[in-house]
């Protein structure tokens, strides 16, 4: 059946009440975007953290709602509770029923990250060479496609230096990505762990489809075993400020001569992290994609 689709436009700051809002009103799904980009082509996707909002000056939320909601309610719910939202600038549109899920998978072609790491939609049948190493992924089980350049700075370090036979550890690991892509390149286990219980199930089912549900493990931070390993490669692929206050924490959980990649990093803020870290690790170093930062090192021995 077809849908009302609401869309509106907010700060960062007042985004978070009129998406709680909307889907108070019944909102089957609210979907953020860059207000400032034009297509949906344009969009860079962003894996925020739990509670966080995007990067974006300005957020364009579209709610889709059943075909019977009633416009003119909706708008006077808003303005009750938003006093301060412009209600002259939101707008609906009346849309078609469609397989949401399978137009998203249509749009997502097969990547490749360094030399042999490709990702694939289960939509699509890999064609590469025997050498290659390939993840199957379904976008729509989960966040965090290897799309955006955070996410793709990751893959083309474990591409670079495969873990092969170690411990991978992948701190806010969101769909799992690259705990299972660590897992291909002949990492012997990985530890996921994110704080959305989401994240959790998408990375268990993600491993499982890829054959390496059995070597993954997928916990919430509160649910980590005390008596963790310290892991000769980790990974944390998050934002700068949740990279800055777990610097002790990630430092503490990688071995002597451990290897660590740290991505999430908006260009300009490599600074404060490479002085943050340098307690810890040797040979920090950034590299940059498309306005964003990875930094990489070596534990120091103790």
């Known amino acids: 059946m077809p849908h009302i689709e609401l869309t509106l436009e907010a700060s960062p700051d007042t985004q978070p009440a009129l998406e709680d809002s909307l889907e108070r009103l019944g909102a089957l799904a609210v979907t953020l975007m860059d207000a400032d980009l034009d297509t949906p082509d344009e969009q860079a996707i962003l894996e925020p953290g739990v509670n966080e909002t995007p990067l974006w000056r300005r957020v364009k939320s579209s709610a889709l709602f059943e075909a019977d909601a009633d416009p003119l309610a909706l708008l006077s719910a808003l303005a ?18 469609q397989d949401w899920e399978r137009a998203w998978m249509d749009r997502y072609q097969p990547m490749r990250f360094g030399e042999r790491l490709w990702i694939y939609p289960w939509n699509i049948e890999p064609a590469v060479g025997d050498d290659d190493v390939v993840l199957r992924l379904d976008p729509g089980l989960a966040f965090g496609t290897g799309t955006h350049p955070t996410t793709a700075l990751c893959l083309e370090w474990l591409d670079a230096t495969p873990p092969v036979g170690q411990a991978v550890l992948d701190y806010g ?21 994110d704080n959305d219980p989401q994240a959790i199930l998408a990375s268990r089912d993600n491993a499982d489809r890829n054959g390496v549900g ?81 930094i990489d090192g070596r534990r120091r021995e103790d």
């Open 173 to 193: 690991s969101g769909s799992g990505v690259l705990a299972i892509a660590a897992l291909l390149l002949g990492a012997e286990s990985a530890l996921a762990v």
């Open 80 to 97: 009750d509770e938003h006093p301060e939202l412009d209600i002259t600038r939101v707008h609906f549109r009346h849309v078609e029923d």
């Open 214 to 294: 059995e070597r993954l493990v997928a916990v919430l931070p509160d649910d980590m075993p005390g008596d963790l390993p310290r892991y000769p490669v980790v990974v944390a692929n998050i934002l700068a400020n949740a990279l800055d206050a777990l610097a002790g924490r990630l430092a503490e959980l990688t071995a002597p001569g451990g290897r660590i990649a740290l991505s999430g990093i908006l260009d300009g803020q490599q600074a404060a992290l490479l002085e943050r870290y340098a307690p810890w690790f040797d040979g920090l170093r950034c590299t940059v994609k498309d306005g964003w930062v990875r």
